[in-house]
Each structure stands twice: as structure tokens, then as C-alpha cells.
């Protein structure tokens, strides 16, 4: 089945600086990778998602880059603020098997003001 | 744009006892569900999903069940808890398109 790999496990940035979210998947067939932001204590929230046949995609300052040849994904984000800090969830999803979505293991970003 | 809710939104039970967690969706027909599991650190665990009344599948063996009585309900029940069973609950829901959309968790403390 598939497996996804997110690096790395915490990252701390200054305010306006960039962060990157990296993540590897296993599974060719997978065709949809979407990017939640998770808060404390609070169900994750879709902020971004890529489908295989595109490979760049941007919304303000949030971005996400797809490689299918090398299997990975990353999120970047700009010009940080204390408000992007959450955990950060990347996951991958087949057209088949419900569309059940895998997840990495989670990034904690913190931006300090 | 669906929602999902999820009840209740914590609870402390003891080890033996029953579990009923519920989660329904509002503002679509015939979704796509799913119940996840996050333990203590930040990784979400697929349990079981759903494609349709009925029709349940389950990711991974353990003491939990799940029902779909209904088109947008669906329920994670144990007969017996166990302490390895506290966690993060997360009800999602999927229609058209590829999009999960998650409800805000349930969280289970067995004592």
C-alpha cells in the first residue's frame, strides 16, 4: 500500500522567512496530494492540494510543487507570520479504494515573531 | 460546502467500558467517510472508511468497529476499551471530487 514520508518532523523560522515542507510517496498510481494545516486541538483544514497532472501550484503565499518522476511533493511558504504556526500534514489519495487519503507523520512550524 | 460533526467532543472512560462516537455530515448526499485515529504524537491512522450505507472497510485490525446506519452518519463503537485505544478521533467526509473535509475530533481518555 502506500506509504508517506514528510520531512522535516519540526521546523522553526524567523517571521518572513520562507518554510519547506517536504514529502515522499510510494505508490505510482497515486494522482491527488493535498496539504492540511492542523491547530491545536482542532480538526486539519485543507490549505492547498495538487492533482498529478500539474506541477506547480500556487494561492497567495502558499505554493506546492509536484515531481512524479522522483515521487515527492513540497510546500513552500512565503513571508511567514505567527499565524502559520501549526503542524502540517501532507497526504496522498488514489481514484480507487474510496479515495481513502494516506498522511505523513506531520511537520510543527513554528514562525517567531 | 459539507460539514461535519462530530460528538462528543471529549470523553473519559474506563478501561472495559463501551464506546459510541458519532459523526454526521450536512450539505451533501452519499459522501465518502472516514474515520482516522491521531495518537500521541502527530500522525493521522486511517481506521475505517466507507463508500456507501452499509459497506464498511477496515485499514487495520484492532477493538474498534465501525456502522454507517445511515447515508451521512457514521459511527466508531468498541465493546471494550482498551487504554492503547485514547486518541484524537476524526471523522472526514469526501464527495465529489478528491477533497476530504475533516470534522473538529473527538478526544477519548480511557483511565
Known amino acids: 500500500g502506500e506509504n508517506v514520508e514528510q520531512h522535516p518532523s519540526t521546523l522553526s523560522v524567523q517571521e518572513g522567512d520562507s518554510a519547506v515542507i517536504k514529502c515522499t510517496y510510494s505508490d505510482s498510481a497515486s494522482n491527488y496530494f493535498p496539504w492540511y494545516k492542523q491547530e491545536l486541538g482542532k480538526g486539519p483544514q485543507l490549505i492547498i492540494d495538487?492533482?498529478?497532472?500539474?506541477g506547480e501550484k500556487k494561492d497567495q503565499r502558499i505554493a506546492v510543487t509536484l515531481n512524479k518522476t522522483a515521487k515527492h511533493f513540497s510546500l513552500h511558504i512565503t513571508e511567514t507570520q505567527p499565524e502559520d504556526s501549526a503542524v502540517y500534514f501532507c497526504?496522498?489519495?488514489?481514484?480507487?479504494?474510496?479515495?481513502?487519503?494516506?498522511f505523513g507523520q506531520g511537520t510543527e512550524l513554528s514562525v517567531k515573531p | 460546502s459539507q460539514t461535519i460533526h462530530q460528538w462528543p467532543a471529549t470523553l473519559v472512560q474506563p478501561v472495559g467500558s463501551p464506546l459510541s462516537l458519532e459523526c454526521t455530515v450536512e450539505g451533501t448526499s452519499n459522501p465518502n467517510l472516514y474515520w482516522y485515529r491521531q495518537a500521541a504524537g502527530r500522525g493521522l491512522q486511517l481506521l475505517f472508511y466507507s463508500v456507501g450505507i452499509g459497506q464498511i472497510s477496515s485499514e487495520v485490525p484492532q477493538n474498534l468497529s465501525a456502522s454507517r446506519p445511515q447515508d451521512r452518519q457514521f459511527i466508531l463503537s468498541s465493546k471494550k476499551l482498551l487504554l492503547s485505544d485514547s486518541g484524537f478521533y476524526l471523522c472526514g467526509g469526501k464527495s465529489s471530487g478528491n477533497t476530504i473535509y475533516f470534522g473538529e475530533g473527538s478526544w477519548l481518555t480511557v483511565v
Open positions: 497526504a496522498a489519495s488514489r481514484n480507487n479504494q474510496g479515495g481513502k487519503l494516506i
Open positions: 495538487i492533482r498529478s497532472n500539474v
